[in-house]
């Protein structure tokens, strides 16, 4: 089993950055695929970018596809989503999640473990 937990959310302004962390303990963190969501108040949870195990396949949403970067770091257990030129719509909460195998889902279900989520909030 593997504990997911998330960091690095706070208040910001808009046009400002980010950097979420995601510190695994437990399993072999090289071990899974990873992935982001999130949650605004009222919407459907969305993925917002995943990551193979071995870091060298990743994926961004449409919705913040060159200003969102996703990396891993597997010598340090860590999964980051490094947030440029936030928007107020990016205003959520932020999960990240693993799941055994060599590549992301970008559904919740397919994931194995979640984090609790960091909030995120972005002001006009």
């Known amino acids: 089993q593997v504990q997911l937990v998330e960091s690095g959310g706070g208040l910001v302004q808009a046009g400002d950055s980010l950097r979420l962390s995601c510190a695994a303990s437990?399993?072999?963190?090289?071990?899974?695929?990873m992935g982001w969501f999130r949650q605004a108040p009222g919407k459907e949870r969305e993925f917002v970018a995943g990551?193979?195990?071995?870091?060298?396949?990743?994926y961004t949403a449409d919705s913040v596809k060159g200003r969102f970067t996703i990396s891993r770091n597997n010598a340090k257990n860590t999964l980051y989503l490094q947030m440029n030129s936030l928007k107020p719509e990016d205003t959520a909460v932020y999960y990240c999640?693993?799941?055994?195998?060599?590549?992301?889902?970008?559904?919740?279900?397919?994931?194995?473990?979640w984090g609790q989520g960091t909030q995120v909030t972005v002001s006009s």
């Open positions: 999640a693993g799941r055994v195998s060599v590549y992301y889902s970008s559904t919740w279900s397919g994931y194995d473990y």
């Open positions: 437990g399993r072999t963190f090289s071990s899974y695929a």
């Open positions: 990551i193979s195990r071995s870091g060298g396949t990743s």
